[in-house]
């Protein structure tokens, strides 16, 4: 499994972004897959994770009603959707894969030692 971000950027506060990652290998029915940002200084946290049911979607309170994660199976495309963003979304940000929790699990984590695939990430900046 190999995971590529793509679509960050500068962006006003207020505005949208949509980043997406593309993955490569086993279909996405086999792991748990989502995003989490690092800002400076901070330490990584998660965003938003998804199940490799797709069933089980969580959310960062910091995010709920801003944010969306979505995937594409058949593209292998996952993506999160920042609506009104602020400057405190500005972080890099990563989309990572859990692939221990097996085919079509409804168990999803936030926590970020569980993920053991990562992409390289992408930055988003949010400022006026």
């Known amino acids: 499994l190999q995971l590529v971000e793509s679509g960050g950027g500068l962006v006003q506060p207020g505005g949208s972004l949509r980043l997406s990652c593309a993955a490569s290998g086993d279909p996405m029915d086999y792991y748990a897959i989502g995003w989490f940002r690092q800002a400076p200084g901070k330490e990584r946290e998660a965003v938003s994770c998804?199940?490799?049911?797709?069933?089980?979607?969580k959310y960062a309170d910091s995010v709920k009603g801003r944010f969306t994660i979505s995937r594409d199976r058949a593209e292998k495309m996952l993506y999160l959707q920042m609506n009104n963003l602020k400057p405190e979304d500005t972080a890099i940000y990563y989309c990572?894969?859990?692939?221990?929790?097996?085919?079509?699990?409804?168990?999803?984590?936030?926590?970020?030692?569980?993920?053991?695939?990562w992409g390289q990430g992408s930055q988003v900046t949010v400022s006026s």
């Open positions: 990572a894969g859990d692939t221990s929790t097996g085919y079509m699990s409804n168990y999803v984590s936030m926590n970020s030692g569980e993920y053991n695939i």
């Open positions: 998804m199940s490799s049911s797709a069933k089980i979607i």
